[in-house]
């Protein structure tokens, strides 16, 4: 046993040593030394693993992948890329089979999501083109037949009556057909916009700037089940909160996105986790969903860290599986993340949170 220990202590000094000499003396250390410091200092629980076999053949995807949206009540997966002389939208099978694509009156790509019903399937698409087709979002069946337009083809603009988009980055719908619009993606506007389902505007935030309820490239948008608007203020690096029926700012998330700011933000099916991600450290976050009445400060539980230059833009979750589809426009790819069985042994369970965590050990609404 001494010997163990002995040669233990010994093989840790050499790593400290390869370590420190790498630092001060320019050597540099083979990848798998590398790979294997790292790791032996990590304590978090690996809450998702990622599915190699997503999709099928990954040669379909052809261009820039910009987006992705899940529709699971059909279990159907939509990814929206960009290129010249390639399908627009591929539709896959959330087994990984590709099903079909299309092209029709899709110019630039940038967001797009699955709203679904028992009667009628639909995907939106956020179009940042300067073509005929671009600065609009855009409401198609699963075939890719064009039903709804939202904006003026075209024509950017800041103008609400008639409602005009400049690069509008990401759509949101919830159970009610209401309709939650980030529309800002580096253009004239900084705003969130909220429809009612026969598009007429409920109330809106538009202006930009570092303060509450104001924009810095608002980037990505999803509603809680406690009724609450997230919105990734990216050039601000926050998400901000706001109440789902009065638009009322509730606070932001700081702390998480000192770093860099959030380019996708979703929740997991029961609601318990917020999953976010940031574009340039290529890295997804894992973070506990605050209380009902409490916006809280932040608190990361895990972490997936994806390969350099990956570059996550935005992503969507599975309200079937909990998988997360990961638009990669770095790899120009989409992968499918799985819930380990620790953390999602079926539909509504969940790992346990760390004590301080499960306590609800929360801030004060108004502080990162």
């Known amino acids: ?181 980030v529309d800002g993606d580096g253009g004239l506007n900084n705003r969130l916009i909220k429809l009612s389902q026969d598009y007429m505007i409920l109330w809106l935030h538009g202006e930009n700037g570092t303060g509450p309820a104001k924009f810095n490239i608002p980037h990505s948008v999803t509603v809680d089940s406690a009724g609450r608007v997230w919105v990734a203020d990216r050039g601000n690096k926050r998400l901000q909160v706001f109440d789902k029926d009065s638009g009322e700012w509730l606070g932001a998330w700081n702390s998480c996105f000192t770093d860099e700011g959030p380019s996708s933000v979703r929740f997991t099916p029961d609601g318990k986790y917020l999953i976010a991600a940031q574009l340039r450290l290529s890295r997804l976050l894992v973070a506990a969903a605050p209380p009902i009445g409490s916006i809280g400060r932040c608190s990361v539980i895990s972490t997936i860290q994806l390969a350099d230059q990956v570059s996550p833009h935005l992503l969507d979750v599975s309200a079937k599986t909990g998988a997360i589809y990961v638009a990669e426009i770095g790899a120009k790819q989409v992968q499918k993340y799985v819930p380990m069985n620790s953390f999602f042994s079926s539909f509504g369970s969940y790992v346990s949170l760390p004590e301080d965590v499960s306590r609800g050990s929360w801030d004060s609404q108004n502080h990162g």
């Open 1 to 181: 046993m001494a010997r163990f220990w002995a040669c233990v202590a010994g093989a840790g000094f050499f790593l400290a040593f390869l370590v420190l000499h790498s630092r001060f003396c320019g050597f540099r250390l083979p990848p798998h030394l590398h790979f294997a410091f790292k790791i032996s200092w990590r304590s978090e629980e690996i809450l998702y693993r990622l599915d190699v076999d997503w999709p099928m053949y990954s040669e379909y995807f052809t261009g820039a992948t910009f987006c992705v949206a899940v529709d699971s009540l059909n279990g159907l997966v939509y990814v929206a890329q960009r290129g010249d002389n390639i399908p627009k939208v591929l539709v896959f099978t959330e087994d990984g089979y590709f099903l079909r694509a299309w092209n029709y009156t899709v110019d630039t790509p940038h967001g797009i999501f699955a709203a679904s019903t028992l009667h009628e399937q639909s995907v939106w698409i956020t179009d940042v083109g300067s073509g005929s087709y671009g600065h609009t979002i855009k409401k198609y069946n699963s075939f890719g037949d064009l039903v709804q337009v939202l904006g003026t083809p075209g024509k950017k603009g800041t103008g609400l009556n008639p409602l005009q988009f400049d690069n509008p980055a990401e759509l949101y719908v919830d159970d009610t057909g209401d309709i939650y619009i």
